[in-house]
Every structure is written in C-alpha cells, then in structure tokens.
C-alpha cells in the first residue's frame, strides 16, 4: 500500500507541477547558471547508495585559494526563497518514481555520517528514507541532531499507513508556513560530528 501511495502520488505530481517545475528549472539556470540540478549520492534503505536530485540553490564562489566559500554566502536570496518553500525538492519525485525514496521517510542524509551514528540511531535506515518525515514536521532544521534521531527510530517502531497521510497533511501546513528551515545561526542545519550520548 505505501509503495502503490508513493507511485501514484509521485506521478501524479510530476504531471500537475511540470509547469512550475519547468518555470523552477529556468529560473535556476538564468539565476545560478549550470548545473541546475544539484545530484549528491546519499543513504538509502539500509545505507546502500543512490544519486539524490535537487535543484541547485548555492553559487560556486570561492576564495581565493580556490575553496568553496561558507554556505551562508553562497546561498543567494533565490536559493533561500527555493528552500524557504521546498521548490528545490520537487526532483526528488523523480527519486519516489525509481524507488529510491518514498514521500515519508526519515531523511537521507550525507553518506559521511554513516560511521558517526550509534546503533540505535543507524535504525532509522531499516525503512526507505523519505521526502518529509516524522521530524520535519516536529521541528525540521530547528531541532538537535539527536533530537531529530529519536523522532526518526520513533517512526520506524510506528509506521502506518495512517500516520504517513498524517505527516504528509502536516508537511503541508509546514511548507506553508516555512517553519524550521534554519538552525541556530546556520542557513540550514550544521554537520553532524557525532552523538553526545553513545
């Protein structure tokens, strides 16, 4: 049932947001230039590797020692407007199709941290990782990494079909109201470096 949900929905929004998903597509390119799909290999079910899609939201400025400059500099006020209302996740649809995310699911997040998380906290890859989940709309970026961690292995130990729609309905309402995009004094969330409490 959570799978047929998946396919259907994600086709479903692809045909309905084609449009603004175009209209996101050049607006990326004339704003921030090439690439306009930001691809970065990231965590599935039980860690295995897939090619996560996004629309680009930073600029490639660097010093002049040829780094990357912090994010908060090159996160330009297009890419914020991107982020502040999810517009650069509409791609990751593409994933839901190809299985290689569901809608709900906890995160995927960076293939670094893999070795950082403690064996409870590395549950949360026993299920397919998800556009929006239980800790996107129970703080987002606006919660402690490990507070974000027992709100993911909750939803692993309580997932149903119910509380999928019941998250998606939520997601909503959060997008909507563009709450906890940032943490702390960091444009999204800062790494995670490990847990406090092993």
């Known amino acids: 049932m959570k799978r047929m949900l998946d396919v259907v929905t994600a086709a479903v929004l692809l045909v309905f947001l084609s449009l603004l998903i175009g209209v996101v597509a050049v607006l990326v390119r004339w704003k921030l230039g090439s690439p306009v799909v930001f691809r970065q290999q990231r965590p599935g079910l039980h860690g295995k590797p897939f090619m996560l899609y996004k629309f680009r939201t930073m600029n ?3 010093d ?15 890419g914020q407007f991107l982020r502040k209302y999810s517009l650069d996740e509409l791609l990751q649809l593409v994933n839901v199709l190809k299985g290689d995310l569901s809608l709900v699911g906890p995160r995927p997040l960076l293939m670094d941290y893999l070795p950082l998380y403690t064996q409870e906290q590395s ?15 129970n703080g987002r970026n606006g919660i402690s990494w490990e507070e974000k961690f027992k709100l993911d292995v909750w939803y692993v130990d309580h997932r149903s079909f119910a509380l999928d729609l ?17 943490h702390a004094n960091h444009v999204t969330m800062e790494r ?4 406090k409490f092993s």
């Open 64 to 78: 002049r020692d040829g780094n990357l400059l912090p994010d908060s500099i090159r996160l330009t006020p297009f």
């Open 123 to 137: 549950r949360r890859h026993d299920v397919r990782p998800g556009i929006t989940g239980w800790a996107q709309v």
């Open 166 to 182: 019941k998250i998606l309905a939520l997601t909503f309402l959060k997008v909507v109201k563009s709450e906890g995009i940032s």
């Open 192 to 195: 995670f470096s490990g847990s």
């Open 60 to 62: 490639d400025a660097k």
